[in-house]
């Protein structure tokens, strides 16, 4: 396993500013529990009925996470670089996951596992601040999606991702776009057209 370089601190650093001033000093209490994993383009992270037992931060790459309903792909969320993410249910439960992780590119990732996480909760007040922070973002970016899934216009559910998913304008540019249509359950053809309309209009 490699060691944390400092450049992997620094993302961790960046990812907790989001919610409240951190030195690199404080991230580095927290420095002994953090573990990277690296996997290739098309690699599995975690498959179906696999228990899901970290909290990822993506450091490089694309991580899609999905699972099939009557079928069909539906994608459950797109992780770029400095995003977090896991298996909820299953990391929560602590059962067999419904949820797919995939490597879309080959990617690095830095992970807290379950354990630490519950020993940081109850030992270190910012992390507990932050953590739960992080986590009501968390549950605000799926509630938005759900909510844009809802509707049968193709250009409403466009305009919707684009203002009210904080990411929106990264991932049209970071990820493949019938990925992207997937995410919001679009056919490809629909997802272009719509897509072509929402940025001529603005």
């Not at 030195?23 to 098309?42: F, M, P, Q």
């Not at 270190?124 to 968390?138: D, G, H, P, T, V």
């Not at 809802?150 to 991932?171: D, V, W």
């Amino acid at each position: 396993m490699s060691e944390l370089s400092q450049s992997d601190i620094k993302l961790v650093q960046n990812l907790f500013s989001q919610i409240a001033p951190v030195s690199l000093s404080d991230i580095e209490l927290i420095g002994a529990c953090l573990k990277k994993a690296s996997y290739k383009k098309d690699d599995t992270i975690i498959d179906l009925g696999q228990t899901d037992t970290r909290v990822n931060l993506v450091k490089t790459g694309i991580v899609h996470l999905y699972t099939f309903i009557d079928g069909e792909v539906f994608t459950i969320n797109i992780s770029l670089p400095g995003m977090l993410f896991n298996s909820l249910d299953s990391y929560i439960y602590n059962r067999p996951s419904t949820d797919i992780q995939k490597a879309i590119t080959d990617v690095e990732t830095i992970y807290l596992e379950k354990s630490d996480v519950d020993k940081l909760l109850k030992n270190n007040n910012a992390f507990s601040y932050i953590y739960a922070k992080l986590f009501e973002f968390q549950l605000s970016e799926r509630e938005h999606r759900t909510l844009l899934l809802q509707y049968k216009s193709a250009l409403k559910r466009f305009e919707l991702f684009m203002n009210t998913i904080s990411n929106s304008q990264r991932y049209l540019q970071e990820v493949p776009q019938n990925l992207l249509a997937q995410y919001l359950g679009l056919a490809s053809e629909t997802f272009c057209r719509v897509k072509a309309q929402y940025l001529k209009e603005q």
